[in-house]
């Protein structure tokens, strides 16, 4: 994030909300979680991920790694670019879209796990506000999980799939299902 004089946080990105030029909350993600779930459980396979059986649906699990491995991809995907304009500028050259690809492929390969997007914890809290809205359900196939192998009373991978209500609920409340959740406790707690 780039600083002004006064230490300020200035807009480095196309993805924050800026008052007076200045960013204001909120993180630098190419595309949100909500979004991506939605998509992702519409059979879509946004951000490149793998496309599902909407009827059957997908375990929590697998959603949370398509979510981190389609961030680490657009991270990449955009790094790489900036990387080859920058030196096509440098270089005072065309834009060459092999050497952005290669960029991109170096940047993928480099990233770790770990260093994209929400934990896995904060992804089951946000997983369990859609439950609780309604807009995701569980579609009724199941399968053992690893953790079942050792302990056979462990619980299983559920997959889970979009209801019609989902399917219907602007993309607004798809960005922010605590808000639809709790109407107005946000503007409250800013107010």
């Given at each position: 994030?780039?600083?002004?004089?006064?230490?300020?946080?200035?807009?480095?990105?196309?993805?924050?909300?800026?008052?007076?030029?200045?960013?204001?909350?909120?993180?630098?993600?190419?595309?949100?979680?909500?979004?991506?779930?939605?998509?992702?459980?519409?059979?879509?396979?946004?951000?490149?991920?793998?496309?599902?059986?909407?009827?059957?649906?997908?375990?929590?699990?697998?959603?949370?790694?398509?979510?981190?491995?389609?961030?680490?991809?657009?991270?990449a995907?955009?790094?790489?670019?900036?990387?080859?304009?920058?030196r096509?500028?440098?270089?005072?050259?065309?834009?060459?879209?092999?050497?952005?690809?290669?960029?991109?492929?170096?940047y993928?390969?480099?990233?770790h796990?770990?260093?994209?997007?929400?934990?896995?914890?904060?992804?089951?809290?946000?997983?369990?506000?859609?439950?609780?809205?309604?807009?995701?359900?569980?579609?009724g196939?199941?399968?053992?999980?690893?953790?079942?192998?050792?302990?056979?009373?462990?619980a299983?991978r559920?997959?889970?799939?979009?209801?019609?209500?989902?399917?219907?609920?602007?993309?607004d409340?798809?960005?922010?299902?605590?808000?639809?959740?709790?109407?107005?406790?946000?503007?409250?707690?800013?107010?």
């Amino acid at each position: 994030m780039a600083r002004g004089k006064s230490g300020d946080r200035k807009l480095k990105g196309p993805f924050l909300k800026t008052k007076g030029g200045k960013a204001v909350g909120g993180f630098l993600r190419p595309f949100g979680c909500g979004w991506f779930i939605r998509e992702f459980l519409m059979g879509n396979g946004p951000q490149g991920s793998t496309r599902i059986n909407t009827a059957a649906g997908a375990p929590q699990q697998d959603i949370f790694e398509q979510y981190k491995l389609a961030l680490m991809r657009a991270s990449a995907e955009e790094r790489g670019t900036l990387e080859e304009e920058r030196r096509a500028k440098k270089e005072k050259r065309a834009f060459d879209p092999a050497k952005a690809e290669a960029w991109q492929e170096h940047y993928l390969s480099k990233l770790h796990y770990r260093s994209k997007g929400a934990r896995y914890h904060s992804f089951v809290v946000y997983f369990s506000n859609l439950r609780r809205l309604g807009w995701v359900e569980p579609s009724g196939e199941v399968e053992p999980s690893q953790f079942q192998e050792n302990y056979p009373e462990g619980a299983p991978r559920v997959y889970y799939c979009l209801t019609e209500k989902g399917r219907l609920v602007s993309p607004d409340d798809w960005r922010d299902p605590l808000n639809a959740l709790y109407p107005g406790a946000r503007a409250r707690s800013m107010a």
